[in-house]
């Protein structure tokens, strides 16, 4: 059996946590937060494109790094999408 990507496994964690229709009726399809960061950095900024799963974020060397999408992160960008659909 295959070997999933980071991208895949985050698609198919979205898909199985909002469903798979709810998501291709989103009228966006980009979700952008910022945590705190307990470095230097401060505020991190996570882009999740929710056509893909790719969660990404950037460090202060400008360097782009792909993530998995964790449980407490699932919770998280759940409460962005209400947000963002909420000021629609």
């Given at each position: 059996?295959?070997?999933?990507?980071i991208n895949q496994e985050n698609k198919l964690k979205l898909e199985e946590y909002f469903g798979e229709?709810?998501?291709?009726?989103?009228?966006?399809?980009?979700?952008?937060?910022?945590e705190s960061s307990n470095s230097w950095e401060g505020q991190v900024?996570?882009?999740?494109?929710?056509?893909?799963?790719?969660?990404?974020?950037?460090?202060?060397?400008?360097?782009?790094?792909?993530?998995?999408?964790?449980?407490e992160m699932m919770q998280r960008i759940e409460s962005e999408i209400?947000?963002?659909l909420e000021n629609l």
């Open positions: 059996m295959e070997k999933l990507t229709e709810v998501l291709k009726r989103l009228p966006f399809q980009n979700v952008s937060f910022y900024e996570f882009n999740l494109n929710l056509k893909s799963g790719e969660l990404t974020y950037n460090t202060v060397e400008n360097i782009k790094h792909s993530i998995e999408i964790s449980d209400l947000m963002m």
